[in-house]
């Protein structure tokens, strides 16, 4: 039997093939001790709960979204499932808040979230002080507190959204971007409280959107609501612009740190991805010794799993196509501007975990002076090569018998 296990700050949870819980194993709920069991579990080393819970399915086969959890359960000697892709533990994380509450670990949705902010904290220090030593860890787990934040940040603002639109649903519909909708009812409440100046004036809104959205106002099809259910809202549209300062903060920490720990990486492409190369990769030692074919596809293990199990065309680029240089190219001339990239990227690490000499200007303007190589070489698209009668068939035989499975 195959079962799908998602961690959480609460405890261990299996689920089966329709989402349904089977067994779960609650952790007590203090941050204190939450934040331990996090850390032995990242360390390698399993919770009381959690090995209580896979000994009762030690014949099942387990599907997990994280890769460094399927090792670990793997070196227990656990079966795992090949694939961390899991629409099954998705949708659990998006309905884990509403669980919480109806399981009666916390009576108010707000005390659950304090409980998160408490633990998350703890986890961050204890992760902190384990890699003090070591400089590009504390990146590797920053590019991930940052991927945590913007998961957290979606899932609060869109629930915020459901929540204000039961006093004013044409705000949502005016407003795309999350911190804008979270700063203007953390600054009103009230949709009569909006005004002309906050909208144009702090928030630097269009004044044909002001206007817009001052007309809807008026005639809006929205319910009053009471004083004390505002502040509710008002005090939820805070934690998401906390949550979105907390995040620009962890970004500019980032790059300062960048500058120091990897100059040349950071110089070649923006910090924040060459951020992300250092976590893809393990750690700044890790990328150093990747030959740059695989620098050039970090992040498009997907793509490769799919080429290998179908035959489909190799991947061109990983996580580097956020790189402008590469997403605002032809078509046609994005797989050599990748390998270039990836090429001075390679040189790049192995300069910043070896040399430690910042050489990023150079890199930088050789890098540039090749992409502008590429570009005159290449301005215009390849003839579309005919396929051969063989090629035909291997299409047609591998269409088959993805068909059959």
């Known amino acids: 039997m195959k079962i799908y296990l998602a961690i959480s700050l609460i405890g261990p949870f299996a689920l089966n ?41 030690a014949e099942d086969e387990l599907a997990v979204q994280d890769p460094e959890l399927g090792r670990i359960l793997s070196s227990h000697g656990f079966k795992v499932f090949g694939d961390y892709q899991h629409a099954v533990i998705d949708r659990f994380y998006q309905n884990i808040t509403q669980h919480v509450i109806t399981a009666g670990l916390f009576l108010k949705e707000q005390e659950y979230l304090q409980f998160i902010r408490e633990t998350v904290l703890l986890i961050t220090r204890e992760r902190v002080r384990q890699a003090a030593e070591k400089r590009d860890r504390l990146i590797v787990h920053a590019i991930e507190t940052i991927d945590d934040l913007d998961k957290t940040v979606n899932l609060f603002a869109n629930r915020l959204r459901e929540f204000y639109g039961m006093h004013f649903p044409e705000l949502g519909d005016a407003i795309d971007n999350h911190h804008t909708f979270a700063l203007i009812i953390s600054a009103t409440g009230e949709k009569e409280a909006i005004t002309k100046s906050l909208l144009v004036d702090e928030l630097k809104l269009p004044e044909a959107k002001a206007t817009k959205i001052l007309e809807a106002r008026e005639k809006s099809m929205g319910s009053s609501l009471l004083e004390k259910d505002i502040q509710i809202i008002r005090d939820q549209a805070k934690t998401v612009v906390d949550l979105y300062a907390r995040r620009h903060q962890l970004e ?30 393990g750690g700044l030692r890790e990328l150093a010794v990747s030959p740059s074919s695989k620098i050039q596809v970090l992040g498009a293990e997907k793509a490769l799993y799919r080429t290998m199990r179908t035959g489909a065309p190799p991947p061109k680029h990983g996580i580097i196509f956020q790189d402008p240089r590469l997403n605002q190219s032809k078509w046609w001339q994005r797989g050599k501007i990748a390998r270039a990239i990836a090429a001075k990227l390679s040189i790049a690490s192995r300069m910043d975990f070896f040399d430690a000499e910042d050489k990023s200007a150079k890199l930088r303007e050789e890098l540039n002076e090749k992409i502008e190589e590429i570009k005159t070489k290449y301005p215009n698209p390849p003839e579309r090569r005919r396929k051969s009668s063989r090629q035909r068939r291997s299409k047609k035989r591998n269409s088959r018998s993805s068909r059959r499975r």
């Open 17 to 57: 093939e329709e989402g349904t819980i089977i067994d779960v194993r609650y952790f007590n709920p203090t941050p204190t001790q939450v934040a331990e069991k996090i850390s032995q579990l990242e360390q390698g080393e399993l919770p009381t709960e959690l090995e209580a819970m896979l000994k009762e399915h």
């Open 252 to 281: 500019k920490w980032m790059e300062s740190t960048m500058a120091e720990v990897a100059p040349n990486l950071a110089g070649v492409v923006n910090p924040l991805l060459a951020a992300r190369l250092i976590a893809l990769a």
